[in-house]
């Protein structure tokens, strides 16, 4: 007989055939590959005996009630949507382990003091709208009208995405939950880093979550004939993209949590015999700290007036992403560490460099956050993403332990 680890991977694999690519796993916002792959999770909620909702944004949530009426709700989950061409566990797994963890309570007629509700979050990644935690904000009651009229790559609204997956945009405000009915918020996901696996350790407890913003940066110059134009004369939008993107790059390596990334690059209307006068770049630049991070901005933008500046270009910025660092309630690290050790793992606690729906969560709850050890080097956001089930068969023991001992505070 198969482990809960085992199992839970098996469930991996088969939930990542549900992709927007044949060749590779992607699966974005409300495609017929995201609504196959909700449905077939609803499926699976039930078989563990939960009842199921989808709620006004495609979330879709499995409710295990508590031993009495009226009691306070753990809500745990994470995100079923993925990066381009990305790995099978981030997200799913945080999904699919408590799930598991409520079938087997189930299984032995275990009822808690608390209710549990697992959510299975339609779109944390935001790959196709860049639309990033669209869904756990809507949850908190923070869903904001403009995303509807986002458009993906193929000119699709986001308004138009929802109709076309049964869901009806004027009311995506009626997925919000009342938080006054949380116990907390409880997300287990993989590291997606090196750290556990240079400790030798299984899990981690997450101390904190490291603050984001993106941006998409513009860069306009005048495209010419490649022939014709003398280089001092050009104003070449590209080349200022280029060193706007090696001075993210240099003030970002300063160490500590800081880092930035830029992730896209798009010339405009680009031939190879013609000066691009048109250029398009996103930013990603994350801290541990809100204030190292604001301070990093600043500078990478003032670097990048000055290069247009020198280069007779224009640059204009709009921010498409904003999340502030998190900490996690300390009772709850406390309460997973103790739950670790019991599960005969040392407890080891971290911070997050990425960014978690636990960071929306924690705007009206307590949050906490169990790590599973990633293999591969630590790689994420990558095919080769890889987790063992041995590793998840110790996540399992963790987290049920924690179950069963959860007092609400």
Not at 235 to 242: C, I, R, V
Request: aromatic share 4%; with cysteine; net charge negative.
């Amino acid at each position: 007989m198969a482990s809960i680890g085992e199992a839970i991977l098996g469930r991996a694999q088969a939930l990542a055939r549900h992709s927007d690519s044949p060749a590779h796993y992607t699966r974005t916002l409300f495609t017929p590959a995201h609504q196959a792959a909700a449905r077939q999770l609803g499926d699976w909620m039930r078989a563990a005996g939960m009842a199921v909702r989808v709620d006004a944004v495609g979330n879709v949530i499995g409710r295990y009630e508590a031993r009495a009426p009226g009691a306070k709700t753990l809500l745990m989950g994470s995100h079923f949507d993925s990066v381009r061409n990305g790995g099978k566990y981030d997200g799913v797994l945080g999904i699919l382990l408590p799930m598991a963890c409520v079938a087997e309570l189930a299984a032995r007629g275990e009822k808690l003091d608390v209710a549990i509700e697992v959510a299975a979050f339609s779109d944390e990644e935001g790959a196709r709208f860049q639309t990033s935690f669209f869904s756990s904000r809507a949850l908190i009651g923070r869903f904001d009208p403009q995303l509807l009229e986002r458009r993906d790559a193929d000119g699709t609204t986001l308004a138009d995405a929802m109709r076309g997956a049964g869901l009806d945009p004027a009311r995506a405000t009626e997925a919000r939950i009342d938080p006054s009915s949380l116990a907390a918020y409880v997300e287990v996901h993989i590291e997606q880093g090196p750290v556990l696996l240079g400790e030798g350790v299984p899990l981690g407890i997450v101390a904190s979550i490291a603050g984001g913003t993106r941006h998409i940066v513009r860069v306009q110059g005048e495209a010419g004939h490649a022939g014709t134009v003398p280089m001092a004369l050009r104003h070449d939008a590209l080349a200022a993209a280029a060193e706007m993107v090696l001075a993210v790059e240099k003030r970002c390596g300063a160490g500590g949590s800081l880092v930035g990334t830029v992730g896209i690059l798009k010339v405009r209307d680009g031939t190879g015999n013609v000066i691009p006068g048109d250029v398009e770049f996103t930013i990603d630049i994350r801290a541990g700290e809100d204030t190292v991070r604001r301070a990093a901005e600043q500078d990478v933008f003032a670097a990048f007036e000055a290069i247009a500046r020198k280069r007779g270009v224009s640059v204009e910025r709009t921010r498409t992403h904003e999340v502030s660092a998190v900490p996690c309630a300390p009772w709850l690290q406390d309460a997973l560490a103790a739950s670790v050790e019991r599960a005969g793992v040392r407890a080891h606690r971290l911070p997050s460099g990425a960014g978690h729906d636990a960071m929306i969560l924690a705007q009206v709850s307590d949050v906490g956050m169990l790590f599973v050890r990633c293999g591969a080097g630590g790689v994420s956001h990558n095919p080769a993403e890889t987790i063992t089930a041995e590793d998840v068969d110790a996540a399992a023991a963790a987290l049920l332990d924690f179950l069963r001992r959860f007092e609400p505070r």
